[in-house]
């Protein structure tokens, strides 16, 4: 293929010298409906730098929609959020709207990475012509440096051999890796992830979940819907439950799973364990 790895002498970087400082995710007092639906209702999070994260609850409970209004790529009704205290899209304070201009809610959208269910990798691009289409479009990197910097991410996770293969080449899980390779390519502060292996056959579940959790200890502020528990045990500093738009319980995976405070918790948790 054309993007075989040179012969650079520089010594591959771990996923942990990603890091950037800071990473802070401040949720306050967010909600948000669609027409008469109440989606998220007065939620309010405070995550800090480089914690890990994890969202449980029932569909349909609204952890999709927070993930998406973290990632600006849903506009709040009432309350904000903010990323190292600086506000990622609006405010809306009762009557009064604070606004950013779109080309700073850009600027400020590639400090949040977010990995898809579905992957949504571009079908007509290979694996490192999808890891380098952000950063050449959006840090305006030289597409030598791209290409060396994706050749990295993607050896980082597993697939040194796949560069210049097809998403359709590609099991769920190589793609779902790719797309990993891909949010971190723009060096985001905080990465989400909306059940990122739930489209995956079971045996494939395993290689998404170990790249995470060596994100994990990264230092990037990590924020997981996930079903699974055992997962979450291990990999997750805080657990979030929500249930109809609202948060009903936070506390260390130790505690919540073993002893919910939130009788709901507890009947959410008797049926998926
Ligand atoms: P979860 O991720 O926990 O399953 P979601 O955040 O996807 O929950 O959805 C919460 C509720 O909001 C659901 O009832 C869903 O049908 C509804 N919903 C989500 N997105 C939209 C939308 N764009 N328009 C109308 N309703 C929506
Ligand atoms: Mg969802």
Same mark, same amino acid.
């Given at each position: 293929?054309?993007?075989?790895?040179?012969?650079?002498?520089?010594?591959?970087?771990?996923?942990?010298?990603?890091?950037?400082?800071? %990473?802070?995710?401040?949720?306050?007092?967010?909600?948000?409906?669609?027409?008469?639906?109440?989606?998220?209702?007065?939620?309010?999070?405070?995550? +800090? $730098?480089?914690? !890990?994260?994890?969202?449980?609850?029932?569909?349909?409970? %609204?952890?999709?929609?927070?993930? +998406?209004?973290?990632?600006?790529?849903?506009?709040?009704?009432?309350?904000?959020?903010?990323?190292?205290?600086?506000?990622?899209?609006?405010?809306?304070?009762?009557?009064?709207?604070?606004?950013?201009?779109?080309?700073?809610?850009?600027?400020?959208?590639?400090?949040? %990475?977010?990995?898809?269910?579905?992957?949504?990798?571009?079908?007509?691009?290979?694996?490192?012509?999808? !890891?380098?289409?952000?950063?050449?479009?959006? +840090?305006?990197?030289?597409?030598?440096?791209?290409?060396?910097?994706?050749?990295?991410?993607?050896?980082?996770?597993?697939?040194?051999?796949?560069?210049?293969?097809?998403?359709?080449?590609?099991?769920?899980?190589?793609?779902?890796?790719?797309?990993?390779?891909?949010?971190?390519?723009?060096?985001?502060? !905080?990465?989400?992830?909306?059940?990122?292996?739930?489209?995956?056959?079971?045996?494939?579940?395993?290689?998404?979940?170990?790249?995470?959790?060596?994100?994990?200890?990264?230092?990037?502020?990590?924020?997981?819907?996930?079903?699974?528990?055992?997962?979450?045990?291990? !990999?997750?500093?805080?657990?979030?439950?929500?249930?109809?738009?609202?948060?009903?319980?936070?506390?260390? $995976?130790?505690?919540?799973?073993?002893?919910?405070?939130?009788?709901?918790?507890?009947?959410?948790?008797?049926?998926?364990?």
């Amino acid at each position: 293929g054309s993007y075989q790895a040179g012969s650079s002498a520089v010594a591959a970087p771990s996923l942990a010298s990603l890091q950037r400082s800071g %990473g802070e995710i401040r949720i306050s007092n967010v909600s948000k409906s669609f027409g008469p639906l109440k989606v998220l209702d007065d939620v309010s999070l405070v995550l +800090r $730098p480089g914690s !890990v994260t994890a969202i449980i609850g029932q569909s349909g409970s %609204g952890k999709s929609t927070l993930l +998406r209004s973290i990632n600006h790529l849903e506009r709040v009704d009432e309350g904000f959020i903010a990323i190292d205290g600086e506000l990622i899209g609006y405010r809306q304070d009762g009557d009064t709207l604070y606004e950013l201009k779109e080309r700073e809610i850009l600027k400020r959208r590639v400090d949040v %990475g977010m990995v898809f269910q579905s992957f949504n990798l571009f079908p007509h691009l290979t694996a490192i012509e999808n !890891v380098i289409e952000a950063p050449l479009s959006v +840090r305006g990197v030289s597409r030598e440096q791209a290409l060396a910097e994706a050749r990295e991410l993607l050896a980082r996770v597993g697939l040194a051999d796949k560069v210049d293969a097809y998403p359709r080449q590609l099991s769920g899980g190589q793609q779902q890796r790719v797309a990993i390779a891909r949010a971190l390519a723009l060096k985001p502060k !905080v990465l989400l992830f909306d059940e990122p292996t739930s489209a995956l056959d079971p045996e494939l579940v395993n290689e998404v979940l170990d790249v995470i959790k060596e994100l994990a200890r990264s230092g990037t502020t990590l924020v997981i819907v996930t079903h699974e528990i055992g997962f979450a045990r291990e !990999v997750a500093d805080e657990v979030v439950f929500m249930e109809a738009g609202r948060i009903l319980e936070v506390g260390p $995976p130790a505690r919540v799973f073993a002893e919910p405070d939130h009788p709901r918790t507890r009947e959410f948790l008797a049926k998926v364990l």
